[in-house]
């Protein structure tokens, strides 16, 4: 049953093989047994996941289910639910149980999707490898000595394991690709303004969007039609109706124009990842479609300037956790600076303190100009190199990380490294287009992700490039061997 | 002030400059960045939705009716709306700024330079320049009272729209910066964006002062005096001020930019911070809000809401009415003021007697009752059939006066009140007649003496005749038969 994909466990439930509940209590067994070996998830929650299970074959019986009533996800820990913890991987919310619920979490819920828990996640998402965790790091289902990716790890491992069909995840820098890439998995980061942000704890506003993760294509259309839409209380949410994602997944691909571009290439790119997607590359030719060579040539400002932006973004949002009305606050504070000084310097993990300290440094006078208007500057540069790259071709394919995963610990102490694991997702979010990762090989029994990026809102054709693909690849049905 | 006055005056040496900063609570049903209702004086919290906590999560989205009072005090002072303005976060850390940053405008503000002329001692009149207005939210309040050694938040006030509305530094006196603020009051109220209730904090000031010697063109160091919530406040803290920095420059010292907060007990400006503590509040776009787009279409949509403004109304009562500018002033004064005597002069009576009644006596029973015009005993029907029965002759103006009195009390309208207490004017020639023939025979030494040459006798005898018809009788008839009968 655990091998059953979203669209096959929707399809069985219409088919009345087997119930919500049933399904939903074989998932949280599995994951009470198998999940130690990971930690993908930080909270499991079996009573509303019962409860959302019973009322979704109830729901079925009086004929009233939509295509996903009953079928069980995850949701990643940023996302608030209301009644039940909502930590986003810190010390500081450890106490926080959200008192709504976010949009894309009620989207869910009246869809009649089960939620069986919050999934794992560096700290408020400010991470590559899962191991800022408050609650530990998350293990690679693959290797469990290796890193699941981040921020996204938990739904990533989690799904990989197939202890969840599907999650929800969240992508500022790479946070669903990467460590979709990373388990083997499929996830789609969507056009910035396609999902509410609404109820997903910000890290950096104008770069956040939250996505599916699942483990074909045809599972992350599913989902994401369940997530996305506009949403007024989102104000940087786009007003544009939602296609109907699986009605092109079949789509043919012929004639298709695969933009290639030199830039992740290059230096920096693990050669063996490389020929992996090299030999997906030719995978799309045979499927009719042909490739074009383009360039983005300021992908190397990429980096930097993300780690302007997304810690200045930060190191306001993350002003709100101050110890005076809720999560984290110090023992016995003798002042108001030693409250605020205490319960943000013990409830902030090391790597979200550093970057909070970059970004209240970029944007301090006399700093600004120089930092955080450069930036901007250069975000603007980074989004005219695709603008301009996808006249020239209909899509642009590339590894989504330039190696496969890393161990845990080997580069926690290094966060320019770690950053520089970021390098071909990042621009995707400084430049608001959707982005997608899919399995298209193994290197040394660790998976290597494809990366897929569109125009504005072309998550579609994202969808059908990829579905396309897996109908012609297995590496998507490939399982880890301990969580077969 | 001339040079050999022996009393010392700092203002033959000093000039002071002075620019102010108001805060105006926009009159909006809920708050300017999310649904909770903005009712002042309700329990603690109970006003405060997630987005006001800044619960993790929550998004900002903008109030357009925030946005439509913006425009309209932006037509109000002549100033350019802005086509694009940008929302900002101010970020500072206190207890009752929930998110850590206080989403304002900075760069790109919703008003730009416009314009507001106040009305000197002398008559004169002169032109304020404002320089901008922006769109902020309004912070919490932090209780400091009750908690024993602990501080209460209060988030029920916290997203609050306000409109700060920034002038150039053009006030050179206490007084100029009072009627600087009365009238931006005033234009508040008249466009209905603010209640202007002072004591509920709906309008508050901030006050930059500095002094330099005259002819000195570059300004002198300021200190900002925060948070003044009356008009006397303003006064007395920028007087206080004025007097601290010229006395500390006079003793050989200098003057710290610095926030000042004024002490209304005792009088004085006390410094809050310096500026090397003060914050840096590290200003950026708002990445949750977009620029705030506004079209010409929105301006002339809110253009055709404004109501007739204070100067132009002021100017219609000069040539409508034939009253002078400074009554015109006064009745212009608030919109209430304003539509009261439009009311009252609606029925037809003479302008000028219903100024001098609406300003007069109606005006000064509502002070002394503490009463607001809506709430006034006597209404504009009721003060206008009374100025009718002067004008008619019924009665005279100081008969009117108590009969003001009885229908303030409630004893119903003029012709009622004139009827039950019998105060119609004696009109009948033949009744004062035998009156003043009563008189003349009772007091034959008096006649004998202004007979005589002796004129200003015949004030005695007019109140003679007053004294005997209880003030009833016609003066202006009075006074002839009397000329005839004495001559």
Redesign the interface.
């Given at each position: 049953m655990h091998q059953m994909t979203l669209a096959g466990i929707a399809a069985a439930l219409t088919a009345g093989e087997f119930s919500s509940e049933e399904v939903t209590r074989y998932l949280l067994a599995r994951i009470e047994q198998l999940d130690p070996q990971l930690n993908s998830f930080i909270t499991v929650t079996p009573e509303v996941a019962l409860a959302q299970a019973k009322a979704a074959d109830q729901r079925r019986a009086a004929g009233d289910a939509g295509p996903l009533t009953g079928v069980p996800i995850a949701h990643k820990d940023i996302?608030?639910t209301n009644g039940v913890r909502?930590s986003?991987g810190s010390r500081m919310?450890d106490n926080?149980t959200?008192?709504?619920d976010?949009t894309v979490v009620a989207r869910c819920q009246a869809a009649g999707l089960v939620m069986l828990g919050k999934t794992n996640m560096d700290e408020f998402a400010m991470g590559s490898s899962n191991e800022t965790s408050y609650y530990g790091p998350v293990r690679n289902p693959w290797h469990t000595d290796a890193v699941p990716g981040g921020s996204s790890g938990g739904s990533a491992a989690a799904v990989a394991a197939r202890l969840v069909p599907a999650a929800t995840g969240t992508d500022t820098g790479g946070s669903i690709r990467q460590p979709a890439a990373l388990c083997g998995i499929t996830g789609l980061k969507p056009t910035y303004g396609r999902v509410s942000?609404?109820?997903?704890?910000?890290f950096?506003?104008?770069l956040d969007q939250g996505g599916p993760m699942a483990r074909s294509a045809e599972d992350c259309a599913l989902l994401l039609q369940s997530m996305a839409g506009f949403d007024?209380?989102?104000?940087?949410s786009v007003d544009r109706p939602v296609p109907d994602y699986r009605a092109h997944l079949n789509d043919d691909i012929r004639g298709l124009r695969i933009g290639i571009p030199s830039e992740y290439f290059g230096d920096g790119l693990d050669p063996a990842v490389g020929a992996v997607i090299e030999r997906a590359i030719d995978e799309f030719k045979q499927l009719g479609a042909e490739t074009v060579p383009v360039s983005l040539p300021n992908t190397a400002l990429a980096v930097p300037t993300y780690y302007v932006i997304a810690p200045?973004?930060c190191?306001?949002n993350?002003?709100?956790?101050?110890g005076?009305?809720?999560?984290y606050r110090c023992d016995a504070p003798h002042n108001?600076e030693d409250l605020?000084k205490r319960s943000r310097g013990e409830g902030f993990g090391s790597e979200v303190k550093r970057r909070i300290m970059i970004g209240?440094y970029a944007?301090?006078?006399g700093y600004?100009d120089a930092y955080?208007l450069k930036a901007q500057q250069a975000r603007r540069l980074i989004r005219d190199d695709f603008t301009q790259a996808l006249t020239q071709c209909d899509l642009i394919v590339g590894p989504t990380a330039p190696t496969v995963a890393f161990n845990i610990g080997e580069k926690f102490d290094d966060p320019v490294t770690m950053y520089l694991s970021d390098i071909y997702t990042i621009a995707v979010n400084l430049a608001g287009l959707p982005g997608m990762s899919l399995p298209a090989g193994f290197v040394g029994g660790r998976p290597v992700g494809l990366q897929l990026v569109g125009r504005d809102f072309d998550e579609a054709r994202l969808l059908n490039v990829a579905h396309r693909f897996q109908q012609h690849s297995d590496w998507h049905l490939q399982t880890p061997t301990q969580f077969a | 002030m001339s040079d050999n006055d022996n009393s010392y005056s700092w203002e033959s040496l000093w000039e002071v400059v002075i620019g102010l900063e108001i805060h105006a609570q926009l009159a909006t049903q809920s708050k300017i960045f999310s649904g909770a209702a903005t009712a002042y004086g309700a329990e603690p919290n109970r006003q405060a939705c997630?987005v006001d906590?800044?619960?993790?999560?929550?998004?900002?989205?903008?109030n357009a009716a925030a946005v439509q009072m913006a425009i309209k005090f932006g037509l109000a002072v002549d100033a350019e709306v802005s086509r694009r303005s940008v929302f900002a976060?101010k970020?500072y850390?206190y207890?009752d700024l929930?998110?850590?940053?206080q989403i304002s405008q900075y760069e790109l503000p919703v008003v730009a330079t416009g314009h507001l002329d106040i009305d000197l001692d002398d008559g004169s009149s002169k032109r304020i320049g404002v320089t901008r207005a922006h769109l902020e939210e309004d912070a919490g309040k932090s209780l400091h009272e009750d908690f024993q050694g602990m501080t209460g938040?209060d988030l029920n006030r916290a997203g609050t729209p306000l409109l700060e509305i920034v002038s150039e530094p053009d006030l050179r006196s206490p007084r100029e910066a009072v009627a600087y603020m009365k009238k931006l009051h005033a234009l508040v109220r008249y466009l209905e964006i603010c209640d202007g209730n002072m004591q509920e904090g709906s309008f508050r000031c901030d006050a930059n002062v500095s002094v330099r010697p005259r002819g000195q063109t570059e300004l002198g160091t300021r200190a900002e005096i925060k948070n003044l919530n009356s008009f006397r406040f303003v006064e007395r803290a920028i007087e206080f001020e004025i007097a601290r920095q010229i006395t500390l420059i006079e003793g050989g010292g200098k003057v710290v930019q610095e926030t000042r907060l004024y002490d209304a007990d005792r009088g004085e400006t006390r410094s809050m911070r310096a500026k090397e503590e003060a914050n840096?509040y590290?200003?950026?776009p708002d990445?949750?809000?977009?620029p705030l787009e506004i079209s010409e279409q929105d301006i002339e949509a809110v253009r055709a809401t404004l109501p007739e403004l204070p100067d132009a109304k002021r100017q219609r009562f000069v040539d409508q009415y034939g009253l002078s500018r400074y009554d015109a002033g006064v009745l212009t004064a608030s919109r209430e003021l304003a539509d009261f005597y439009e009311s009252v002069t609606a029925s037809g009576c003479d302008p000028k007697l219903a100024a001098n009644w609406t300003m007069g006596e109606l005006a000064a029973a509502l002070n002394r009752s503490g009463l607001e015009m809506s709430a006034s005993p006597v209404s504009a029907a009721l003060l206008s059939g009374m100025l009718a029965r002067i004008s008619d002759n019924t009665i005279s103006g100081k008969i009117a006066k108590e009969v003001f009195e009885a229908m303030w009390a409630g004893e119903g309208d003029a012709d009622t009140v004139i009827e039950r207490k019998g105060l119609k004017q004696i009109t009948d020639s033949s009744a004062l007649e035998a009156i003043i023939d009563e008189i003349i025979a009772a007091n034959p030494k008096q006649v004998e003496q202004y007979r005589g040459g002796k004129d200003k006798l015949f004030g005695f005898f007019v109140g003679q005749a007053m004294k005997a018809t209880a003030g009833k009788a016609n003066p202006a008839q009075l006074n002839e038969l009397l000329k005839a009968r004495l001559s």
């Open positions: 996302f608030c909502t986003c919310l926080f959200a008192p709504y976010a942000r609404y109820g997903m704890i910000a950096a506003s104008s007024q209380r989102d104000s940087t200045a973004e190191s306001s993350l002003s709100r956790f101050d005076v009305r809720f999560g108001l605020y209240t944007l301090s006078a600004y955080y | 997630a906590l800044g619960l993790p999560g929550v998004l900002p989205v903008l976060r970020n850390f207890p929930p998110k850590g940053y938040i840096d590290r200003y950026f990445p949750d809000l977009l």
